[in-house]
Structures are given as C-alpha cells and as structure tokens.
C-alpha cells in the first residue's frame, strides 16, 4: 500500500510569488493535515481538511491556505511568499483520526 | 493550551546503548504519538499510546496517563536510530487527533 506522497520535493520561490503544494494521502484516508517545519522550530500545526471540508487551523495568517479535493488530496497555497516561509511542509492523513502518518515533506525555499 | 515538554534536548550516544525518553504534558489526553524524524526530514510514526506499554524490537514506549507523561525506550541503539523523536498529542477532548501538537523534541546522535 503506497503511503502519503507530497510534491514537489523541493521548491524555490521568491518573495511575493505563490506556492502550491500538493499532498495525496493513503488510500481511504479522509483527513489531510498540513505542518510547517521552520529552521530552528518544531512542528506547527497549519490545517485539517476532512471529508472535503476545513475543519480546524493553526496561528498562520490568510496567507496560507488550501483545499481538499473529492479523491481526498489536498493542496497548500501560500501566497505573497515572506522569507520566513522558508520551511518543511508536512502533510499528514488519517482515517476518522486514532494515527496520523506523514509523507516525506517539501521543502520551500523563499529568496 | 496543552504544553507538550521533551526532554533531553540533546543525546549523544554510542551505538550499543539504551536511552530513554522523556515527554511531559500539561493536561489529560486520550492518545499520544511518538515519532521519529531522519535526517532527510521524514517523518515516522514510531507508537500510538494513549496509555500502557507496546513494544516493537528494540524500542517501547510507556504512557502514564495519570501521570501526564510517556517515555521511549531504545536499547541497543543504532546509528540508524539518528535523527529528532517527537512525542505528540491532540489539543482538543475529542478521539480524533485533529490538531496535534508537537514537542519540541530530542535530537539523537548514536555514534558509530
């Protein structure tokens, strides 16, 4: 059984750009959750997609956004790119909760 | 909020030894998760322990609920076993883990 897979695995943007990112979790799993990994930082929680739906999300601005599409993949969206964008994005999924398992990242570079 | 606390930081051992770890919380949870991160940034779900002991090769994991605390154990340690373990838990009452939050985790460096 594949496991939650993440694109891409790197990317460098500049400030002020976009960034899309894209999760696709184990099959049959309903609920995406998005962490950023910060130099220097833990892990912060960003956002819980379920069924389609945004059900709860961390102390980010408007900036960072997303969706859940109806095959259960999500994308973040991060928009007018700051510096400390710069991070390692972790998406997670888990069927109705209990485990959440994580994919190998992308890491956002911002210049 | 919750706090989640991880202590050491910091561990450097030699490879061959045990270790343990330690994760303090600030409130009563209904589930728990230990991970751990590589070096190349994945991360791994190590255990889900609410509460009790599992074991799985050379690592276990106890969850005192009571207590408000959970301890990793690794024995034998490998240099494989390298990398940042983090201890998790939900920030609500429910039973889906909708928000986790994280500790700020122990970095291991098992030398060979």
């Known amino acids: 059984e594949a496991g939650v897979t993440q694109s891409p695995t790197h990317l460098i943007k500049t400030r002020g750009q976009q960034a899309t990112l894209r999760c696709s979790p184990i099959s049959g799993h309903t609920s995406v959750y998005w962490y950023q990994q910060a130099l220097g930082l833990g892990l912060q929680f960003l956002l819980w997609?379920?069924?389609?739906?945004?059900?709860n999300r961390g102390n980010f601005p408007p900036r960072f956004s997303g969706r859940q599409f109806p095959n259960y993949s999500s994308e973040l969206n991060v928009n007018a790119l700051e510096l400390e964008d710069s991070a390692l994005y972790l998406c997670a999924s888990s069927l109705r909760g209990v485990t959440q398992y994580f994919g190998p990242g992308t890491r956002l570079t911002v210049l | 909020g919750i706090q989640v606390e991880q202590s050491p930081p910091d561990l450097i051992l030699q490879e061959g030894a045990n270790s343990t770890l330690r994760c303090n919380f600030s409130d009563s949870v209904n589930n728990l998760q230990w991970f751990h991160q590589n070096p190349w940034g994945q991360l791994i779900n190590l255990f889900y322990?609410?509460?009790g002991t599992k074991q799985n090769g050379r690592l276990s994991a106890t969850t005192v609920a009571t207590e408000r605390y959970s301890l990793l154990y690794i024995s034998s340690s490998q240099t494989t076993d390298s990398g940042v373990y983090f201890c998790a838990v939900p920030s609500g009452k429910m039973n889906r883990d909708d928000k986790i939050i994280f500790g700020k985790g122990t970095r291991l460096h098992i030398l060979p």
């Open positions: 322990i609410p509460s």
């Open positions: 997609y379920d069924e389609g739906e945004e059900r």
